[in-house]
């Protein structure tokens, strides 16, 4: 078995967090390979025991990969999911940060879940992906044009509105006066949509939703909608540009750029242990229906 391990930092969390994965390792002797960046961050640290090969672009993760091990917080496994791409390699996320909704693998947990991987007692949660793509294609240069939590276009450098003019299928929807538009997966719909008054979805239900950011207007709501429908975004601001931001990754475009967003042809697969559920997840980590009467 062949376990790549990626992480963004050396700080004290995770390197008690890569002690502990060596040490369950050890009674299964699979084959390891970190990034190379991360690789490099613990080695100034002194504490991997051997030599690992290393890998570093999402192009040489190598395809016999049987799990990729993520350490830190949910920006961690967006990133992540840049490596895996559509190698179909499920995503184990160790939570080194502070929510982890994602990354629900907690550091205390990791002797008692690690083992389910070699006795195959786990599922697979396959997560939804958003497609973008810009005309003209010049306008926008991202490294990576999907996204696994969501896509946003917003007001930059200005207090005023901008004005988002959305269709579905090539059908006029309506022209959003507001802050900013948020289209979220399933899986995003915990992050910044619903910090704007989104709903949370199940994470493997089949639809997108559509948050405005502070819409001046009441009859403007969040929107759900399937995921086979392509999304056509037209934006118009007093700026010449706006930001369009494919989950962490932020650039300011041009106003004459049309934005295409289409559900991504691959999923991306999460692991999940044997007594973790998204409802658990709900409930330990956003307090989902706390009553202190009960």
Not at 34 to 51: A, G, H, Q, S, V
Not at 125 to 154: E, K, M, Q, Y
Request: glycine share 6%.
């Amino acid at each position: 078995m062949k376990f790549a391990i990626y992480g963004q930092t050396n700080k004290t969390i995770v390197q008690q967090i890569v002690h502990r994965l060596l040490n369950v390792f050890e009674a299964y002797a699979p084959t390891i390979i970190f990034e190379r960046n991360f690789y490099d961050l613990l080695n100034e640290k002194n504490i991997l025991p051997t030599t690992y090969q290393t890998f570093g672009e999402a192009n040489e993760l190598p395809l016999d990969v049987n799990f990729f091990i993520s350490i830190g917080g949910d920006g961690t496994m967006l990133r992540a999911a840049n490596f895996v791409k559509d190698k179909n390699i499920p995503i184990v996320g160790i939570n080194a940060g502070r929510l982890g909704f994602l990354a629900n693998v907690q550091e205390d947990n990791i002797e008692e879940h690690l083992p389910h991987l070699f006795t195959h007692t786990y599922k697979l949660s396959r997560r939804a992906l958003l497609n973008i793509a810009c005309d003209p294609a010049s306008n926008s240069n991202f490294d990576i044009n999907f996204a696994l939590n969501d896509i946003t276009v917003s007001r930059k450098n200005t207090t005023s509105m901008i004005t988002v003019e959305t269709y579905l299928d090539n059908e006029y929807l309506a022209t959003y006066w507001a802050d900013g538009l948020i289209i979220s997966t399933p899986s995003g719909s915990t992050g910044y949509s619903l910090s704007c008054g989104g709903p949370i979805i199940e994470p493997e239900t089949g639809c997108f939703v559509l948050t405005p950011l502070a819409p001046h207007n009441l009859n403007v709501r969040p929107l759900v909608i399937r995921d086979n429908l392509t999304i056509k975004l037209k934006v118009n601001a007093r700026e010449s540009q706006f930001l369009l931001s494919v989950d962490s990754n932020t650039q300011a475009v041009n106003n004459e750029t049309e934005v295409t967003i289409t559900k991504a042809p691959f999923t991306i697969n999460l692991v999940e242990f044997p007594q973790q559920s998204f409802i658990k997840t709900l409930r330990n980590k956003l307090l989902w229906g706390e009553d202190k009467r009960n």
